[in-house]
């Protein structure tokens, strides 16, 4: 369980790392792999991807899950956290 503040504390500081344009820059060009794939969603629970898509870096070994729809919304959820949609 990682309390919610905890992985507000772990984004902020992740924020210096990965850019928001960066990581925006890379669900686009996700994106266009889904539309050229015919996917309507990825669902990934790997955390490097996860943090590669959103910047969002929790601990390995706290379940977390990324979902990216293909009208470009991002959603993380970890365990013990409530859903949280990445801008």
């Known amino acids: 369980h990682v309390p919610t503040?905890?992985?507000?504390g772990a984004r902020d500081r992740v924020d210096r790392m990965l850019?928001?344009?960066g990581c925006r820059?890379?669900?686009q060009r996700?994106?266009?792999?889904?539309e050229a794939?015919?996917?309507d969603l990825l669902l990934t629970a790997n955390y490097r991807t996860i943090y590669w898509l959103t910047g969002v870096?929790?601990?390995a070994e706290t379940p977390a899950v990324c979902a990216l729809s293909r009208d470009g919304k991002v959603a993380v959820g970890s365990a013990g956290?409530?859903?949280e949609g990445i801008d």
């Open 25 to 27: 820059a890379r669900q």
């Open 5 to 8: 503040a905890d992985i507000k």
């Open 19 to 21: 850019t928001r344009d």
């Open 81 to 83: 956290a409530e859903t």
């Open 30 to 34: 996700m994106l266009e792999r889904m």
């Open 37 to 39: 794939e015919k996917w």
């Open 57 to 59: 870096l929790g601990p």
